[in-house]
């Protein structure tokens, strides 16, 4: 099996993805600054009474999951509760009882009139946002707070077309909520544990880069081009737990999914592999004879891996139909333009933000852009892509890349220099374009 990066850098990964990050921060806070606060009451706290502090179903901890894998608990103090987090991208959080050895769900924050399964915290123009209060619904993993959505909306900086449309992306983020993915009743960012599972898609013809994209970039921009969801396969990645290198692994779905030829499944399997850092380990899970063709978004529910004698079980898993497969729901993609010198070398690359829904390319807006997108050129953990960026393979097969540049979600068209790259666009085989979603799904897309 060829190392995570080869992996990565020959496969188009799309939003309809599910990510699960185990979180490496303490318990105690997140990432080495904080620039926002969350506040907020909870009479369900286990600080708000005696009797609460003793019940299973009392929240203990609350906990606040940004899409970078940073973890960030609560202060509780009575019924009240603060996190001081870093803004610049989005937070799913969950609210935990822990008694002994057993974390339990007990819910996560949504915002059912604009679908939202997380806060998104890309670009907000305040510094705080208080939730009121927050109720933890038994019996579901509903957690409703009495902020109202047009505060709230206000609050994060979104306009209520924008914040529909990341509703429609971010129902990946409520799987960042599982924080006990080996079950041994310790948090994972307690332990340096981090844990990664999702699907990409791929966005090529039969597996392949769309073919002719090249040539029309050279003569100006590939604006016919529109991706096209076509299949998906799994990935599993560990860091903090060591695996055996070779060991087989088996993925159980919630439900039946097929190969090209129409064959359903419950079971997948795959072959652990360490990462070409060696900073974590990488299982691979697929049919034998290729990836997964239906339903057309991952089946919901609770995901399984047994390998090496232990099992990480995945709850609360959930797809977007935003790229299920064979729709176009909402996409943003880029379109280019390669300029060159007389001899060749390309110079600068000219490109366009794009959204293709039910079949018709528009112009997006920036706001969109910005929801969608993750606008990051500092890589935080092994599992982490600097985004958005463009690639460039004199031989694509080899996973050898020739030439890296990043573009900008600042503006809706950009100019990027990549003339002291030196890529020879007489020799380019393909080019290739990936980004962050902002649920933490990497979106892929390649032209030859």
């Known amino acids: 099996m060829k190392k ?3 992996l990565l850098s020959l ?35 286990s600080t708000a009474s005696a009797a609460l502090a003793k019940s299973t179903t009392s929240v203990t901890h609350i906990v606040a999951v940004g899409s970078n894998n940073a973890a960030y608990s609560a202060d509780l103090s009575g019924d009240s509760f603060t996190i001081d987090l870093d803004s610049g991208k989005p937070y799913a959080l969950g609210f935990f009882n822990k008694t002994g050895s057993t974390i339990t769900l ?55 077309a924008t914040a ?54 050279l003569a100006g921009y590939n604006d016919d081009y529109e991706p096209g969801p076509n299949n998906y396969e799994f990935y599993f990645a560990v860091q903090g737990v060591e695996l055996t290198n070779g060991s087989t692994a088996t993925l159980t779905v919630p439900s039946a999914v097929t190969d090209s030829s129409s064959n359903e499944s419950t079971t997948l399997t795959g072959t652990i592999a360490s990462d ?35 099992t990480f079980t995945f709850s609360n898993m959930q797809g977007t139909n935003v790229v299920a497969l064979a729709a176009n729901d909402g996409i943003i993609y880029p379109v280019f333009h390669l300029v060159t010198n007389d001899v060749g070398i390309i110079t600068a690359v000219n490109y366009q933000w794009k959204k293709l829904s039910a079949g018709t390319v528009s112009t997006p807006t920036l706001a969109e852009v910005k929801a969608a997108v993750e606008m990051s050129t500092t890589t935080s953990t092994a599992f982490i892509h600097d985004s958005p960026v463009i690639e460039f393979y004199y031989d694509w097969t080899s996973g050898t890349r020739d030439g890296s540049a990043y573009l900008s979600t600042d503006a809706l068209t950009g100019t990027v220099d ?28 390649f032209f030859r």
């Open 4 to 6: 995570i990066m080869v």
């Open 11 to 45: 496969i188009c990964l799309l939003a309809l993805g599910i990510f699960v990050w185990g979180c490496s921060q303490s318990s105690g806070g997140g990432g080495s600054t904080t620039n926002y606060k969350i506040t907020g009451t909870c009479a369900q706290l």
């Open 106 to 160: 007990l819910g996560y924050l949504r915002q059912s009139e604009v679908d939202w399964d997380s806060i998104p915290l890309m670009s907000p123009s305040s510094t705080s946002t208080d939730l009121g209060e927050t109720t933890v619904t038994s019996g579901t993993l509903d957690v409703t707070a009495s902020i109202s959505t047009t505060d709230f909306l206000t609050a994060v900086d979104m306009d209520t």
């Open 164 to 217: 529909n449309y990341y509703g429609e992306i971010d129902n990946p983020m409520k799987a960042f909520t599982n924080l006990d993915v080996d079950g041994n009743g310790v948090f994972d960012f307690d332990e340096g544990k981090a844990f990664m599972f999702y699907p990409y898609i791929n966005m090529g013809p039969n597996n392949e880069p769309t073919p002719g994209q090249l040539d029309k970039m």
């Open 276 to 310: 070409s850092s060696g900073s974590g380990k990488v299982c691979f899970l697929k049919f034998t004879n290729g990836a997964v063709y239906g339903p057309s978004v991952p089946p919901s529910g609770t995901y399984s891996l047994s390998v090496d004698g232990s």
């Open 418 to 445: 990549v003339s002291g790259l030196g890529v020879d666009s007489n020799l380019l085989d393909v080019m290739s374009c990936y980004y962050n979603l902002s649920s933490r799904v990497v979106c892929k897309f």
